[in-house]
């Protein structure tokens, strides 16, 4: 298993890189010069193969630097010269990290250099993938700063991202709703019997995002929780994009009938949050431009794939779900998606979806032709799940097994098994299907199961009946572990509540 340092190591070699002068200390008279700073901290995200992207945002133009070594003292380091930051990309950057060795820790520290001054270092780690043999863990989780709960520190502020990092996970993978653009985070919500969550806000946070500045600053805003700096200083996110980095439930040529919005262009607004997504997060691929899906594939040693998903940029209108051939993939990505998985050496392979396969979603409550799912009520296979009988029958017709499905969206946890002896007439291979979340957010549901692909719920944890959208306070927030023993190849996955306490575990055993 790959040996994780302690904090004291890392503090110790942190000192000691300081006490080498990596910032720039010199002998001599002092000399106060404005020096660039970096703002946010750092990120790591992407791992895949030998590879990894690292992440930090300047408050000034300035260029990055990253070094790089399998040691917290730096003895050896690797250096990278990154690009230029500025304000047309909000002063914030990724660098790649290529040749990284496998089944390591690997640190680095960036600075920003900003014509004769040097920020000071920043210095963050991660996980390299692991090699044969080895146990790893992913972590999985979504919906951060939903209904307008944001970070009051009465309450532990965004406390489920602490318990992730006591989990110590060697990834962590977001899977959708990174943000809240359509939910103000206003200074007071009254949470009942007198009580009130006091957010930390600004006049900005407090309305809709429109502009793209209104998007930075969501982006921008959960790292002013100290725990949300440190589970990315420590643990490389994979992250997917939703329906709330935007507008709940939009899809592509959308006009809102939203009278908060002066811009009703859901694709204008989207291309403005998806500019921020890619200045804010770590994704290894630019996949920046319209009409070219956030998905990838990321290669955790030779025993587990992540193959992620966009579930937005080709999705057809809530209203027309029903519709023969409706798509949520669209065609080539339901294609590349199929392949990805066919092609896929891993042992197991793990599909981050950002919505789940058989819960009925529905937009709205006044009209139950509005669906946001994939499943729809009643039978035969219809419209979207046409497109989602496709990809299981590919997969099973070639062969493919082991495919686990990580999922979020719902606001509540669960494990659900999918078998066609139980399903209304599509051919696949039996999988498992486990949704967590909200890491912050007010939690709602059970939803019902469509029977279509034969889905059974083996675990569930709601809010009580007759209740909803209850507070983080409430402690409903969930979050997933998947372990992966390297030595049996056994897939462990468990649920775990606010805290980091286990709600519900399985164990899946490779099928050959």
């Known amino acids: 298993m790959l040996k994780r340092p302690s904090r004291r190591d890392v503090l110790r070699g942190t000192g000691a890189a300081l006490a080498a002068g990596v910032v720039g200390c010199r002998r001599g008279p002092a000399i106060h010069v404005d020096r660039p700073r970096l703002t946010h901290g750092v990120q790591a995200g992407d791992v895949d193969g030998d590879r990894a992207v690292v992440w ?52 680095y520290r960036l600075v920003a250099a900003s014509g004769r001054a040097t920020s000071d270092a920043v210095v963050g780690r991660f996980a390299s993938a692991p090699v044969a043999g080895a146990t790893w863990r992913l972590a999985w989780s979504g919906d951060t700063c939903g209904q307008g709960f944001g970070i009051d520190p009465a309450y532990g502020g965004l406390r489920t991202y602490r318990a992730i990092r006591e989990a110590e996970p060697h990834a962590f993978l977001h899977v959708g709703d990174l943000i809240y653009g359509d939910n103000p985070i206003l200074p007071e919500v009254p949470l009942g019997g007198g009580a009130v969550w006091r957010n930390q ?131 080539d990505q339901a294609a590349w998606l199929v392949e990805a998985l066919a092609g896929s050496r891993a042992t197991w392979k793990i599909v981050a979806c950002d919505q789940p396969l058989g819960l009925i979603i529905p937009d709205g409550d006044d009209d139950p032709t509005r669906q946001e799912g994939w499943a729809l009520p009643g039978e035969p296979v219809r419209g979207r799940e046409q497109e989602l009988a496709w990809v299981l029958a590919e997969l099973d017709r070639r062969g493919v097994d082991d495919v686990v499905w990580l999922t ?46 034969g889905p059974e719920v083996r675990f569930q944890w709601a809010p009580p009946p007759g209740t909803g959208n209850l507070p983080p306070s409430a402690g409903l927030q969930s979050f997933g572990t998947v372990t992966l023993d390297g030595r049996t190849r056994e897939l462990t996955v468990r649920l775990h509540g606010r805290e980091g306490d286990v709600r519900h575990t399985v164990t899946l055993a490779p099928s050959r």
């Open 408 to 453: 979020a969206d719902v606001h509540y946890a669960a494990a659900h098994h999918y078998d066609p002896a139980r399903a209304r007439g599509p051919r696949f291979r039996p999988f498992w299907e486990f949704v967590a979340g909200p890491l912050h957010a007010g939690t709602f549901g059970p939803n019902p199961l469509d029977p279509t692909f």
């Open 56 to 107: 930090a945002r300047v408050d000034r133009p300035a260029r990055l630097r990253v070094e790089w070594d399998t040691t917290p003292r730096f003895a050896d380091p690797r250096r990278v010269d990154g690009p230029d930051v500025d304000p047309t990309g909000d002063h914030a950057g990724v660098i790649a990290l290529t040749g990284l060795p496998p089944g390591q820790t690997i640190f």
């Open 201 to 331: 806000t600004s006049e900005v946070l407090a309305r809709v995002a429109e502009s793209l500045d209104d998007f930075r600053a969501r982006f921008a805003y959960p790292f002013d929780d100290p725990q949300v700096r440190d589970l990315a200083a420590e643990v490389a996110i994979i992250a997917q994009w939703d329906d709330h980095e935007t507008h709940n439930n939009w899809w592509p040529g959308q006009i809102l009938a939203d009278d908060r919005y002066r811009e009703r262009s859901a694709s204008v607004l989207a291309a403005r949050a998806r500019q921020a997504l890619f200045e804010w997060i770590p994704i290894g691929r630019d996949q920046r431009g319209p009409g070219t899906p956030i998905n990838r594939v990321l290669h955790h040693g030779p025993h587990l794939d992540v193959v992620v998903v966009d579930l937005r940029s080709f999705r057809t209108a809530t209203d027309r779900a029903g519709d023969d051939g409706a798509p949520m993939l669209g065609r």
